[in-house]
């Protein structure tokens, strides 16, 4: 049977209303890659697997999300959605609005959107505007809306996404017969992390498909989850998880802590190394953010704090690196302008 997307393949177990008018770009069914350089980088003697997420039709998990809470939106007869975004949700939410023909408004903090991210929602039709404040100030101005106007909010405080969200954990079962031994994860706003756990919990109540242990990743620079309190002014390249205040940020120290996991933080440097390993050792290129999961198992087997040996390792990568051309762009050297003939070329090849 052709696939028809998340909701026609997991639909039954997802709470979703009946009214309910299923809105798909057949996201999700992304593949989990084996990363066995990777794994040997780091030490070897594990399994690793890449749930590359950057492969959904906008470029990131959040259609997961977006294909529930936008078929919902639509059943309830909406007319327009709103979001606060880093940039992915944004992208996902216009395109999920243009495809049920529902117009879509979306807030980001200004000059902190990747390239890749404010172009997806532009292209889609959103209505863009840039909030001169942080993604928690856009967060709580798009909440206040939502409640004062027929608008329909769909961040991930919509339950509806993370019930679509939690078909990443069936589709994780379902690949390998059962739950990994780790999973690990960028934290942002925390829904994913949250539905994760829902959806590995929910699968081994119905299948006992087993239940991972849960590492989550904050980027140091925007790690209120590691501090124990909310960071006025977060800073860190990796932008889709540049949050102060995580909405759900309380589920996922649950998630965390009943999967016997735990919530670290990473430095930037440690971001941007991982995510050029896991470009230049597996050809799997990640967005910034989406790089923080492995760089924290990185951070941790190098630690000691870690022990790999035998395990079957699932790490998220949240988004593609097409987002953020510019960071990649940025370190690099210009590439060589050599003149168009053999002798010059053969010159720069033997340098
Ligand atoms: C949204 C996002 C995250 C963070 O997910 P949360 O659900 O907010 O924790 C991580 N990586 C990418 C690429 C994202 O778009």
């Known amino acids: 049977m052709s696939y028809r997307g998340l909701l026609d393949k997991y639909g039954t177990l997802l709470d979703l209303p009946s009214h309910t008018r299923p809105v798909s770009l057949l996201e999700g069914n992304t593949p989990l890659i084996p990363a066995e350089a990777l794994s040997r980088h780091l030490g070897g003697g594990f399994e690793l697997l890449v749930k590359f997420e950057g492969l959904n039709p906008t470029g990131s998990f959040k259609d997961r999300g977006m294909t529930a809470a936008v078929s919902e939106a639509l059943g309830r007869g909406a007319k327009t959605v709103i979001c606060a975004s880093t940039g992915n949700t944004a992208a996902s939410a216009a395109a999920y609005a243009a495809r049920a023909g529902l117009k879509s408004i979306v807030l980001i903090p200004e000059g902190k959107v990747a390239a890749g991210k404010l172009a997806g929602a532009i292209a889609y039709g959103a209505q863009v505007i840039q909030i001169d404040g942080s993604f928690d100030d856009a967060l709580t101005l798009v909440v206040e809306i939502s409640n004062k106007t027929p608008i329909c909010l769909v961040n991930s405080i919509n339950p509806y996404r993370i019930e679509g969200q939690k078909t990443g954990a069936f589709e994780i079962c379902d690949t390998l017969g059962s739950a990994p031994d780790w999973l690990c ?42 501090l124990g309190h909310p960071v006025e002014k977060p800073e860190t390249v990796a932008t889709a998880i540049r949050i102060g205040k995580p909405a759900r940020g309380e589920q996922a120290i649950e998630a965390a802590e009943q999967s016997g996991g735990r919530i670290i933080a990473v ?45 079957r390792i699932v790490a998220i990568c949240t988004g593609h690196g097409l987002k953020d051309p510019d960071i990649v762009i940025k370190d690099l050297a210009k590439p060589r302008i050599v003149a168009p003939n053999m002798d010059a070329l053969m010159e720069v090849l033997s340098a």
């Open 185 to 226: 994860l960028p934290v942002g706003n925390a829904g994913n992390i949250t539905a994760y756990w829902a959806g590995f919990r929910q699968y081994n109540a119905l299948k006992a498909s087993g239940l991972p242990q849960v590492l989550g990743v904050q980027a140091a620079g925007a790690a209120p989850l590691v």
């Open 267 to 311: 430095s930037d440097d440690e971001i941007i190394s991982m995510q050029k390993l896991l470009a230049t050792l597996e050809g799997i290129w990640v967005e910034p953010a989406s790089a923080a999961g492995l760089a924290g198992l990185a951070h941790e087997i190098a630690a000691g704090t870690f022990q790999p040996g035998g395990k």
